[in-house]
C-alpha cells in the first residue's frame, strides 16, 4: 500500500483525536502546520501533569519485550489506560536490574525472563525516585537486522474464549536505532491494545523492513513520525496491519 503524506497526517491527526480530543478541537489537524502547532502544545506540557509508565531495563531482547509490553497493557485498568491515553502512552526506559529493585520499588508487571519491569501508569511524580537512581536505557546503536519473530500474545490476560488472529508489525529499520525502536514499537504495541487490535490469544509477528512506502498489507494502525531529513515532511516509523484468522 502507499502511505502518502495526506494518509500519515490523517493518522497523526487521529492519534490526537483519541488522545486528546480537547487539544484537537483547538488545532487545525488537517494541516500540517496545525499538527505541529498540536504537537508544540503536548510538548509544552508540564511534566507534573504527565501520567507515564516507567520500564526498568536489564538487556533488549525484541520478542520477549514486546510480548511482555502487551502482557502490561492487557492487565492495565480501563481507568489507567484512559489517564495514559491522554499523555500519549508516555513511557521512560531506564536500565537496570529489576531484580535488584523489587524491595524498594513496586512493579506491576515483570517479563517471564525478568529482563524488564514496569510501573503502572502514574503522575510522574510517583516515578521520580525511580527516575533519579537509574539513567535511561542508552540504545544508540542501528538496530540488528533480525528475521521475523512471531510472538504470542498471553491468553489469560483477561481470560478470553474467541479465536485468535494474526497481525504482522512492521518496524521501519533503515535509519532505527534501539532506542528508537523501542519508543516506536512501543508506542504501537500498548495503543494497539487499547483499541482492541491486539487481544489475549493473538500473534503478532515482528518483521523488519527499510520503510513502509510500499507495503503489500493494508495496515490498521501507523506510528507517525516527523521526517528529520525532509523538513515538513511526515514519515511511517511502524505499522501494525489488518488481521487474519488463526487457522
Same mark, same amino acid.
Not at 188 to 211: F, H, N, S, W, Y
Given at each position: 500500500?502507499?502511505?502518502?503524506q495526506q494518509?500519515?497526517?490523517?493518522?497523526?491527526?487521529g492519534r490526537?483525536?483519541?488522545?486528546r480530543? &480537547? =487539544?484537537?478541537?483547538?488545532?487545525?489537524? *488537517?494541516?500540517?502546520d496545525?499538527l505541529l502547532?498540536a504537537?508544540? &502544545?503536548?510538548?509544552?506540557? #508540564?511534566a507534573?501533569?504527565?501520567v507515564? %509508565?516507567?520500564?526498568?531495563?536489564?538487556?533488549?531482547?525484541?520478542?520477549e519485550?514486546?510480548? *511482555?509490553t502487551?502482557? $502490561?497493557?492487557?492487565?492495565?485498568?480501563?481507568?489507567?489506560?484512559?489517564a495514559?491515553?491522554?499523555?500519549?502512552?508516555?513511557?521512560?526506559?531506564l536500565?537496570?536490574?529489576?531484580d535488584?529493585?523489587?524491595?524498594? $520499588?513496586r $512493579?506491576?508487571?515483570v517479563?517471564? &525472563?525478568?529482563s524488564?519491569?514496569?510501573?503502572?501508569? %502514574?503522575? *510522574?511524580a510517583? +516515578?521520580? #525516585?525511580?527516575?533519579?537512581?537509574l539513567?535511561? $536505557? &542508552?540504545?544508540?546503536a542501528?538496530?540488528?537486522a533480525?528475521?521475523?519473530? +512471531?510472538?504470542g500474545?498471553p491468553?489469560?490476560?483477561?481470560?478470553?474464549?474467541?479465536?485468535?488472529? @494474526?497481525?504482522?508489525?512492521?518496524?521501519?529499520? *533503515?535509519?532505527c536505532?534501539?532506542?528508537?525502536?523501542?519508543? @516506536?514499537?512501543?508506542?504501537?504495541?500498548?495503543?494497539?491494545v487499547?483499541?482492541?487490535?491486539?487481544?489475549?490469544?493473538?500473534?503478532?509477528? =515482528?518483521?523488519?523492513v527499510?520503510?513502509?512506502?510500499?507495503?503489500?498489507?493494508?495496515?490498521?494502525a501507523?506510528?507517525?513520525?516527523s521526517?528529520?531529513?525532509?523538513?515538513?515532511?511526515?514519515?511511517?516509523?511502524a505499522?501494525? +496491519?489488518?488481521?487474519?484468522?488463526?487457522?
Amino acid at each position: 500500500m502507499t502511505l502518502t503524506q495526506q494518509r500519515l497526517r490523517d493518522e497523526a491527526a487521529g492519534r490526537i483525536r483519541t488522545a486528546r480530543p &480537547d =487539544l484537537a478541537a483547538r488545532h487545525d489537524l *488537517a494541516s500540517l502546520d496545525g499538527l505541529l502547532a498540536a504537537q508544540a &502544545d503536548i510538548a509544552e506540557r #508540564s511534566a507534573e501533569h504527565e501520567v507515564l %509508565a516507567a520500564v526498568v531495563l536489564r538487556r533488549f531482547d525484541l520478542s520477549e519485550w514486546a510480548r *511482555a509490553t502487551c502482557a $502490561f497493557a492487557l492487565a492495565l485498568a480501563p481507568e489507567q489506560a484512559a489517564a495514559w491515553r491522554r499523555s500519549f502512552t508516555r513511557t521512560v526506559f531506564l536500565a537496570g536490574n529489576p531484580d535488584h529493585l523489587h524491595s524498594r $520499588f513496586r $512493579f506491576a508487571h515483570v517479563s517471564d &525472563d525478568r529482563s524488564a519491569a514496569w510501573t503502572g501508569p %502514574a503522575p *510522574a511524580a510517583q +516515578t521520580a #525516585s525511580l527516575r533519579r537512581l537509574l539513567k535511561l $536505557f &542508552d540504545g544508540p546503536a542501528r538496530l540488528p537486522a533480525g528475521a521475523d519473530r +512471531t510472538i504470542g500474545i498471553p491468553a489469560h490476560l483477561p481470560r478470553t474464549t474467541r479465536p485468535g488472529t @494474526h497481525r504482522v508489525l512492521y518496524l521501519a529499520s *533503515a535509519v532505527c536505532t534501539i532506542s528508537d525502536a523501542l519508543v @516506536h514499537l512501543n508506542h504501537v504495541l500498548v495503543e494497539a491494545v487499547m483499541d482492541g487490535l491486539i487481544k489475549p490469544g493473538d500473534q503478532v509477528t =515482528l518483521r523488519q523492513v527499510p520503510c513502509l512506502a510500499g507495503l503489500p498489507a493494508r495496515l490498521a494502525a501507523v506510528r507517525v513520525v516527523s521526517e528529520n531529513r525532509l523538513p515538513g515532511r511526515l514519515k511511517a516509523a511502524a505499522g501494525l +496491519t489488518e488481521e487474519t484468522p488463526l487457522a
